[in-house]
């Protein structure tokens, strides 16, 4: 970990000469509170998960925000990119930000495994558990207000079955002390556009919770 904490610093520094600073302010060197766990997410070899990543997936947004949204794991696009919901599914996401009120700068988003399982297939119960203290790392980080669960792999977090999102969807639960909502996956808004409304009531209490 202070290997790649000294690498980053010899590479701000090397790029800060290189455009032409003799020196600098301290203060510029402070990392964020995530950049420790970067590190450790991208080196991370606790599951077999790790072995046909193009990159891990650790998330989006402000340490600080007041929301976070926890989907299954990435897919394709965002194997790819190193970055959570940007393809159809995320374009969906963000769509119903929109139609609720909710802005982006009180949202992080990530998901509860950080690798692309092959052929976008669920998550095993072993390699949710290797990668759960990531996941807990960056709630401890955050402090959210309220944390958004997406599809049944991510209730299974706060009800520990990976069922039953259609029954308990817009309830508010309990997950580690936080208060937690369930709704429907993008991807299964996508495949259903008549669970489009019902996820942007859901995200409706989402905003309240927060406001
Ligand atoms: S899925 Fe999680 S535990 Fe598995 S290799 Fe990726 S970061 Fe590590």
Known sequence: MENYRENKI?????????????????????????????????????????????????GKGPAGADIMIVGEAPGRDEDIQGIPFVGRAGKKLYDMFSAS?????????????????PGNRNPEPVEMERCRPYLLKQIEIIQPKVIVLLGNIALSLATGTPSGIT??????????????????HPAYVLRNP????IVVEDFKKVKRSIS
């Open 10 to 58: 010899v590479e701000v520094l090397q790029m800060l000469k290189y455009i032409g600073f003799d020196s600098i302010d301290s203060s510029l060197l402070k990392f964020s509170p995530f950049e420790d766990l970067i590190g450790e997410v991208n080196t991370c070899r606790k599951c077999d998960l790790h072995k046909n990543r193009t990159n891990a997936v650790f």
């Open 101 to 117: 009120g909710i802005e982006e700068k009180d949202v992080f988003i990530t998901n509860v495994i950080k690798c692309r399982p």
């Open 167 to 184: 029954k308990m969807r817009g309830k508010s639960l309990e997950y580690l002390s936080y208060k937690a909502i369930p709704t429907f």
């Open 194 to 197: 008549g669970s489009e409304k």
